[in-house]
């Protein structure tokens, strides 16, 4: 029976026998972690023999990768970055092991020298305001929080963000700076953006010339199935209209190997990539270029990545199906409540009765299950309906999994019943 068809006495007994269930948690003193999304210890062995040496410490142009030099990542580095970004190797730079450093510098680089050359510092305006796509990514929102810029939420929907209002926004509001969009298995929905929304993102006409669109393709390859979903190429895209410099693209291998020393890359047109190098030639001489070719050494090509990438798929794909078989098992009768069922990425998104979320959360920590703050993937940490909740099934083993889910429910159950009576 549905909650909604339930009469007050049968709320009450109902919430009697979840407190019931919910004692028994607390009895077994858990301390399980769903709060990032982490890869797991089975995900970070598949990427073990990458350290078991290097044939050589030359790149493939002869450039000697234990030396300074090379500020923009050896050749066959950018030249894979190119192939999985869909965009040509002369306009990727490959760093260091951060793509969320690269899209803070991003920030910072515009904040004190403006978008591009030339350009008034964003310092220097009267207003700076950041459309964000909302439920969203927290450290994209903490680093605009961080350099006190307006942040405005823009509701995301199976298609990508609503794009009349980014359009409204945009090319109605010289001091909107910026947009952010996580495009492929979108952090916590897992949405990917439709092919018109790549279309209307790279054919954006802004009121403001130093205007730019964070595309940050953390989940390009991280599928969960054969067929995941595909998305289409904003660089192509923007380049048929001549508009490639509206974007910067961030990716990393931060999940594919080694989060902690993993390689990463900005992608975008010839003028916004030249722009970088200039500042990117005061602030170092240069990024771990061995870790580069120890990454393209094991990494090989295309081909040899998806690979890789099946197998993080089969570790993964298990933890997805338990989440999502409990919610259906646990959840469907609950009112207003609903959850994504993604295709890839990191992340489950759980919508919950208004005014539920933060009871659920604190129920979960109360008897050791740490969630994602709820608010989270909001700007300023404020879920203005109070029903939003992303889980992160990654990090825990499955067994441990299957009890963290059993709390997950339960406290929801409990706040949704509370809720009602």
């Not at 802004?206 to 998305?231: C, M, Q, S, T």
């Not at 050494?297 to 409990?326: C, G, Q």
């Not at 759980?350 to 608010?375: H, I, M, P, Q």
Request: charged letters at 25%.
């Amino acid at each position: 029976m549905k909650y909604s068809q339930m009469t007050k006495s049968q709320i009450s007994a109902e919430l009697e026998k979840e407190l019931q269930k919910y004692k028994e948690f607390l009895d077994m003193k858990l301390s399980l972690n769903m709060a990032r999304g982490k890869p797991g210890a089975d995900q970070l062995a598949l990427s073990e023999e990458m350290y078991s040496g290097i044939p050589s410490p030359f790149s493939e142009d002869g450039t000697d990768c234990r030396n300074y030099g090379g500020l923009d990542g050896i050749s066959e580095a950018r030249r894979l970055f190119g192939t999985i970004l869909e965009a040509p190797a002369e306009n990727v730079i490959v760093c260091g092991n951060s793509s969320l450093n690269l899209m803070y510098d991003a920030i910072a680089r515009a904040m004190i020298y403006g978008s591009y050359k030339g350009a008034t510092p964003w310092i220097k305006q009267d207003k700076i305001k950041f459309l964000c796509p909302v439920p969203g990514y927290d450290r994209h929102f903490a680093i605009t929080e961080s350099f006190g810029i307006e942040m405005i939420n823009i509701p995301m929907t199976p298609e990508g963000p609503d794009m009349d209002m980014v359009e409204k926004y945009v090319q109605g509001d010289p001091t909107v700076k910026g947009i952010w969009c996580v495009p492929k298995y979108s952090n916590p929905d897992g949405y990917t953006y439709s092919d018109e929304t790549v279309r209307r993102f790279a054919n954006l006409k802004p009121a403001a010339d130093d205007f730019r669109i964070f595309w940050d393709n953390a989940y390009v390859v991280h599928d969960l199935y054969d067929e995941g979903d595909k998305l289409l190429s904003i660089y192509n895209e923007a380049k048929k209209v001549g508009n490639e410099n509206i974007f910067l693209m961030f990716a990393s291998t931060s999940k594919v190997t080694f989060p902690g020393s993993g390689i990463s890359a900005v992608v975008s047109g010839k003028e916004n990539i030249d722009f970088i190098n200039s500042i990117l030639t005061v602030q170092t001489i240069g990024f771990d270029k061995m870790n580069m070719l120890r990454h393209v050494e094991f990494l090989k090509d295309f081909d040899s990545l998806k690979a890789h990438m099946k197998r993080h798929a089969d570790i993964l794909r298990p933890k997805f199906e338990t989440v999502l078989t409990a919610f259906e098992s646990e959840l469907s009768s609950l009112p207003n409540t609903h959850w994504t069922s993604p295709r890839g990425g990191y992340f489950i998104t759980l919508y919950l009765e208004k005014g539920c979320a933060s009871r659920t959360f604190d129920l979960c920590k109360e008897a050791g299950v740490t969630l994602t703050n709820a608010g989270a993937p909001f700007p300023y940490g404020k879920d203005p309906d109070d029903s939003v909740l992303r889980i992160a099934p990654t990090f825990p083993p499955v067994e441990e999994l299957k009890i963290a889910v059993q709390v997950l429910t339960c406290a929801a159950k409990i706040a949704t019943l509370e809720k009602m009576i």
